[in-house]
């Protein structure tokens, strides 16, 4: 957790450490050997927390405390039914996630990888100024054309990369809900009010896919969400258009991105995420993808957040080792 957290717990005399000490995912054997007896655990998205782990850890368990803010990794029937706590961080890392989902819609969007990759390769020197070369799609709004904002998933990071591209002048919002959620129109006009959009407005996939200069996915993982983006969305998008996700890699068909891209349905995409992370290789058909950014899931990865992170992680599993409520906690 760092060296500015583990002093939470390590200067609790009350309370027995058991440490994974690498800074890598746990190894899961390890994890399963050493869980047995504990009454809190602090894990990262990468373990799996599932029945094989409480039959591990015994029935004590109190608390599940994750350092993030998705919990896709956790089987939620199960911990609601040992009626083990939950604990999770979010608020905290919004900032950072919206930061790189603007960051990856303007690479995408300006042919970042491939430009870079001309100075990289040295071949600079073979491309004089032109008007044309090089040339992406912008991100702001134009004296003669004004932009659309989608998002799938319209949660807090949704809100923190909405407020971001006020300056860029967008001047409407749209959005695609979980469709048991209640319509949120009041919220919708406010939001609309202080940031001088003409319109917040839910709308469903067809609608969005079809007008929206760019689309942010940040939407929870699990089966639910699942390739949400798929070939029909993806086909329905405009080919000036730009798609982000720095959710979980899943809510994206990966193959139909592929081809979206290859075949030119959409101008990029810009991913903090991939089905199937971290094992991601160089031919990956998306890494190969010249119009296509993607960094290794780096959307909290801010010394200042991981900090935060940690910190209401520890906090989470310290309140409810003494029975308190949690500062952040899931409720089923
Ligand atoms: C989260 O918190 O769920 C992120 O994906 C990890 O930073």
């Not at 500015?4 to 450490?17: K, T």
């Not at 869980?35 to 094989?52: L, N, P, Y």
Request: with cysteine; glycine share 6%.
């Amino acid at each position: 957790m760092g060296p500015e957290v583990m002093p939470l717990l390590e200067n609790r005399n009350d309370i027995d450490l058991v440490l994974w000490q690498q800074d890598c995912a746990c190894d899961r054997k390890w994890f399963l050997e050493n869980v047995q007896g504990a009454t809190a655990i602090i894990v990262m998205f990468g373990d799996k927390v599932d029945s094989e782990l409480f039959e591990a850890a015994g029935p004590q368990l109190r608390v599940v405390s994750t350092m993030s803010v998705g919990y896709d990794h956790i089987d939620v029937k199960e911990i609601s039914k040992r009626k083990i706590k939950l604990g999770y961080t979010p608020d905290v890392l919004s900032d950072a996630v919206a930061d790189i989902c603007i960051m990856l819609a303007l690479m995408a969007g300006r042919n970042a990888r491939e430009s870079m990759a001309v100075v990289n390769e040295g071949k600079w020197p073979n491309y004089s100024w032109a008007p044309f070369l090089f040339c992406g799609r912008q991100l702001s709004s134009t004296a003669t054309s004004q932009r659309t904002v989608g998002f799938i998933g319209f949660g807090r990071i949704a809100h923190a990369t909405l407020a971001r591209l006020i300056p860029f002048g967008y001047t409407h919002c749209l959005y695609l809900a979980n469709p048991s959620s209640a319509p949120a129109t009041a919220r919708d006009a406010a939001l609309a009010a202080q940031h001088h959009l003409q319109s917040v407005q839910r709308v469903d996939a067809d609608t969005l896919a079809a007008t929206s200069d760019v689309v942010f996915v940040l939407a929870p993982g699990g089966a639910a969400t699942e390739h949400l983006v798929g070939a029909r969305f993806l086909r329905r998008m405009k080919p000036t258009a730009v798609l982000v996700n720095a959710s979980r890699g899943t809510l994206v068909d990966s193959d139909a991105l592929a081809t979206a891209l290859r075949e030119r349905w959409i101008w990029g995409a810009g991913l903090d995420v991939v089905t199937g992370e971290p094992n991601i290789a160089a031919d990956h058909p998306l890494v190969k993808e010249p119009r296509c950014v993607v960094v290794p899931h780096i959307g909290s990865a801010t010394i200042e957040t991981r900090i935060d992170m940690a910190t209401l992680a520890v906090n989470n599993a310290l309140a409810a080792i003494a029975g308190e409520a949690m500062p952040a906690s899931v409720e089923f």
